[in-house]
C-alpha cells in the first residue's frame, strides 16, 4: 500500500512508537505482511520505514496498570522477511480464536531502556490540549499527518492509537517529558559491504543495507558453489542483468535468479525485469535460501551463513502467482508549472 511519508526529508524525525502488550516489551518489532482479511494495513507496514538509527518508544498496555511508555529501543539495521504466528488484536482477530503462520516483518532493534518515570496514559490525558494543537501545527505545515500516535475524540478521553505501530512526530517529545530523547545521537550510516555492489532493481533503503547485502550475497554464494559442484561454471551477472548467475555447462546455458532470506521464504519480491528475462528464456532457474543467519561484528559489518537452499529449474512464474505489490505511474501533460524553487 502507499505510506504518506509527510516525514521525508525532515531529519528530526526518526522516532516510533510500537503499542503493544508482549512480554518481550523492547524486542525486534514484528508484524503480518497483511491484515486478517488478507489487506495491506498501514499499522504493520509502517515498521519497512524505520531507518537505522531511529528511536522506537514503547508503549504498554497494561505493565504499569494502564496505557504507558515504558522504554524505548533503538532500530539496528533494515527489515527482514520472515513468518509469524498471529492473531489479529481486533474484535474479528479475537473472534476467530485462531493462531496462523504468515509471512511477516522483522525489524531488528537494540539497547531497550526503561523511562525512569514511565509516560502513564493518566499523564497523556493532562496534555491532550498541547498533543491537539501540536498535531493542528503539524497539518498547517505538512497537510494531513498520518498515523499518529494518538486518537482524539469529542466523545471519550484522549487514548493510545488501536493500532500496532505508528509515526511519533519529534514536536510531540517534550509535551510528554521526553526531552531526553531529543537529538539523540543517531547509529552512524551504514557502509556497503565490501567487494561488488548489489544488482539494481532493488528498494534502495534494503539494498543499500548491511544486513540486506550480506543476506544476498550469502545467497549468491550457495547458489554457485551448488552450480559449481554440478559442473557449471558460473559468472555473476547481477549487477546489470535482470537475473544474478549465468551457469554455463557445454551447451547447456541457464540464468540463475537468486533470492535469499533470513526467514521462511514463502514468496519472493520480484522486479518487472527479473518477471520478463523468466518468460523470455527458457532455461532460467530461480534459486532461493532462506533460514539464513547473521551476526554483527564489531567494526559494524554483517557475516551471513548457513540456510536451506532449493531449486526451481525451467522456471517462469505464472500470472495466478504474481501479485502486484506497487504501480509506476505515467504523469500526465504538464498543468500548472510552479516553477524553480530557490
Not at 495491506?40 to 494502564?66: A, F, S
Not at 473472534?95 to 496514559?121: I, K, Q, T, Y
Request: aromatic letters at 10%.
Amino acid at each position: 500500500m502507499q505510506i504518506r511519508d509527510w516525514w521525508s526529508g525532515h531529519t528530526s524525525e526518526r522516532y516510533w512508537m510500537e503499542i503493544t502488550d508482549r512480554h518481550d516489551v523492547g524486542a525486534d518489532l514484528f508484524a503480518p505482511t497483511l491484515d486478517g482479511g488478507g489487506r495491506p494495513y498501514w499499522g504493520y507496514e509502517l515498521i519497512t520505514h524505520v531507518r537505522p538509527g531511529d528511536v522506537v518508544l514503547h508503549w504498554h498496555k497494561t505493565m504499569y496498570g494502564e496505557g504507558a511508555v515504558v522504554g524505548w529501543s533503538r532500530a539496528t539495521g533494515a527489515y527482514e522477511d520472515t513468518d509469524i504466528s498471529w492473531q489479529a488484536r481486533g474484535t474479528v482477530g479475537r473472534a476467530s480464536g485462531n493462531l496462523h503462520s504468515r509471512p511477516a516483518w522483522r525489524m531488528p532493534l537494540e539497547g531497550f531502556v526503561f523511562l525512569a518515570r514511565p509516560v502513564m496514559d493518566s499523564d497523556v490525558r493532562k496534555v491532550e490540549t498541547q498533543l491537539r494543537v501540536a498535531k493542528a501545527h503539524l497539518e498547517a505545515s505538512h497537510g494531513n499527518v498520518s498515523y499518529f500516535p494518538f486518537a482524539f475524540s469529542d466523545k471519550r478521553p484522549i487514548r493510545a492509537s488501536q493500532t500496532y505501530f505508528v509515526k511519533m512526530p519529534a514536536s510531540l517529545l517534550s509535551i510528554l517529558g521526553l526531552d531526553d530523547l531529543v537529538g539523540t545521537p543517531s547509529l552512524p550510516a551504514a557502509k556497503p559491504s565490501p567487494g561488488r555492489s548489489p544488482k539494481a532493481g532493488k528498494s534502495g533503503y534494503i539494498a543499500d543495507s548491511v544486513v540486506r547485502s550480506a543476506i544476498e550475497w550469502r545467497a549468491v554464494a550457495v547458489a554457485t558453489r551448488w552450480y559449481e559442484g554440478q559442473g557449471y561454471a558460473c559468472e555473476y551477472t547481477g549487477a546489470n542483468k535482470p537475473y544474478d548467475i549465468v551457469a554455463t555447462q557445454g551447451s547447456d546455458v541457464r540464468r540463475v535468479e537468486v533470492k535469499g532470506s533470513s526467514g521462511k521464504a514463502e514468496t519472493v519480491e520480484l522486479t518487472a525485469g527479473e518477471v520478463k528475462n523468466a518468460g523470455a528464456f527458457d532455461a532460467t532457474d530461480l534459486f532461493v535460501v532462506d533460514g539464513i543467519t547473521y551476526a554483527r561484528l564489531e567494526n559494524g559489518s554483517v557475516e551471513a551463513s548457513g540456510g536451506f537452499s532449493r531449486r526451481y529449474a525451467d522456471w517462469a512464474p505464472t500470472e495466478t502467482a504474481l501479485e502486484v505489490t506497487r504501480y509506476r505511474y505515467m504523469l500526465p501533460p504538464l498543468s500548472d508549472d510552479l516553477g524553480e524553487l530557490d
